[in-house]
């Protein structure tokens, strides 16, 4: 029996492994075995069995059934273990594997000679941000409305910052699961599947890292399932991944991320771009844009944000539930008939500048209201926040 001296990451590119691999067993079972001594779940939340593979990075997804020995791969031998894995909103069980990996009579020889960890981050204490290009999250919903009756998935790609005290998870690009088996209920990602993400990603984007993960519902909400959650926790655990849900059915869309070690609903996230962009998504779809720089909520969670009661969906809810809410359009904002200091919550789609039109008749005085509500970021004002509503005169003074 030969060896083979590998170098392996994970899906996510957060861990590598040194390895020594056999080079007369077949890849699946090799990819089992050093899937196990890395850790990773062998089954899934119902107790499906999780296969595991190989794609070779920037090349092909190995044949599971071939011996490692037999297969034409560069040397050194760098390539990802990946999952195959199914992810869904729907209850039903998953179909389970007719050759499972666990009946290999004896497991191969394979020997992790090093880890190492491939995220090195600061700040994992602070508060996080999350934003999206404009232009990868209109990627992600052209991809999802292919067919509106089937799930879908890819990865996020993006960078991470330390900015004051945040930190700031931006994703910039997305890499779509090409060749992945679609239903109404759920989405496979299969190895060729991995191997269209992550060469995707090795041959367009190779500065950007691997942020986490997105999917759409077909028609069920918006949350993360018990094997959304699963897939989340195993293979994207670092506290600066991101998932990312769409319902391109209800229009219903949130971002959730890592908090207190746990995986919630972020509240609001921001949406980036030029102003022409953000200016036709705003005619497309008002309920998501705040113009020039934005930070947006997904349809039902601005209301919880309003009323302080926003909350993770933990749970599914069950397909007779009510549609997600909506907020209705934001009442206007009181005009000041009256030399004093009014308070006001901006609502989503809001800006100040919008405010500032309504209430004196004037946007231009959009920066004098920021600078008198002491926001640095006048563009980027967040839904829900309270700002004052002084007398015009005030403002004119502080725009001289």
């Known amino acids: 029996m030969g060896e083979i001296a590998a170098v392996v990451s994970d899906p996510a590119d957060s861990r590598e492994f040194v390895c020594i691999l056999p080079d007369n067993a077949a890849v699946s079972a090799v990819a089992a075995r050093l899937a196990e001594l890395a850790r990773f779940p062998l089954t899934g939340p119902q107790g499906e069995p999780v296969n595991y593979g190989f794609v070779a990075r920037g090349g092909p997804a190995l044949d599971p059934d071939a011996p490692l020995g037999k297969i034409d791969i560069p040397e050194p031998v760098v390539v990802r273990l990946v999952p195959e894995l199914t992810i869904g909103a729907g209850q039903g069980s998953l179909p389970m594997d007719e050759n499972p990996m666990s009946a290999e009579p004896e ?9 190492r960890c491939l995220i090195h981050d600061d700040g ?16 992600i919903e052209r991809f999802a409305a292919r067919d509106r009756h ?10 991470v910052s330390v900015e004051r005290k945040a930190r700031s998870i931006h994703v910039e690009a997305v890499a779509p699961a090409l060749g992945a088996v679609e239903t109404r209920t759920s989405v496979r990602i299969t190895f060729d599947a991995w191997k269209s993400m992550l060469g995707l990603r090795d041959s367009d984007y190779p500065q950007l890292r691997v942020l986490g993960w ?28 991101v998932a990312y ?155 001289r």
């Open 107 to 115: 497991p191969p020889r394979v020997t992790i000679v090093q880890e």
């Open 124 to 139: 994992l204490d602070l508060r996080a941000d999350v934003s999206i290009d404009a232009a990868a999250h209109r990627e």
């Open 150 to 159: 089937a799930e879908c998935g890819g990865l996020l790609l993006g960078t």
């Open 214 to 241: 997105f999917h759409a519902h077909a028609g069920w909400g918006v949350f993360l399932s018990e094997i959304d959650l699963f897939v989340h926790e195993r293979f994207f655990p670092h506290p600066n991944m």
């Open 245 to 399: 849900v769409l319902d391109p059915t209800s229009g219903g869309e949130s971002f959730f991320n890592w908090r207190d070690g746990r995986v919630v609903q972020c509240p609001t996230y921001g949406l980036v771009g030029s102003s022409r962009e953000i200016g036709s998504r705003k005619r497309a779809r008002r309920r998501r844009v705040v113009a020039l720089g934005v930070c947006v909520a997904g349809a039902g969670i601005a209301v919880g944000l309003y009323t302080g009661l926003a909350r993770p969906q933990a749970e599914p809810p069950k397909r007779a539930a009510a549609p997600v809410a909506r907020q209705s359009a934001p009442a206007p904002p009181p005009k000041p008939s009256e030399p004093v200091e009014r308070t006001y919550f901006l609502h989503e789609g809001e800006t100040l500048w919008g405010v500032c039109e309504r209430v004196y008749g004037d946007a231009r005085l959009g920066p004098a209201l920021g600078r008198y509500n002491g926001i640095r970021r006048v563009a980027r004002v967040r839904i829900g926040r309270q700002i004052k509503l002084p007398p015009e005169e005030e403002l004119r003074k502080l725009g």
